[in-house]
């Protein structure tokens, strides 16, 4: 799936294993601070989240070349799609 982000630039998301899926879920540290809920350790986690979820070679000079708002951008897409696959056919 081709993403144009918010600045222009395009990237094209990976269509996850089950595998990889669980792997970005299983990485993701909550830290609820009364009613608000905040990810732990925000950048490495976003890091992993772009290095599986986006196709092709992920370097350094590629994330490097992103800003923050990419990032977060790539990362919520990404993520909204980790937690949503399935969820319509639920087992019973």
């Not at 081709?2 to 792997?23: A, C, I, P």
């Not at 790539?74 to 639920?90: H, P, R, S, Y």
Request: net charge negative; proline share 0%.
């Amino acid at each position: 799936m081709k993403l144009k982000l918010e600045s222009g630039k395009e990237v094209e998301l990976k269509k996850l294993s089950v595998d990889e899926r669980d792997e970005l879920m299983d990485s993701v540290d909550y830290d609820m601070d009364g009613k608000d809920v905040k990810i732990k350790m925000m950048h490495s986690t976003m890091t992993k989240f772009i290095r599986i979820g986006v196709k092709g070679e992920v370097t350094d000079d590629f994330l490097l070349g992103l800003t923050f708002s990419e990032k977060t951008e790539i990362f919520t897409k990404i993520q909204n799609e980790c937690m949503n696959l399935g969820e319509d056919k639920a087992s019973k």
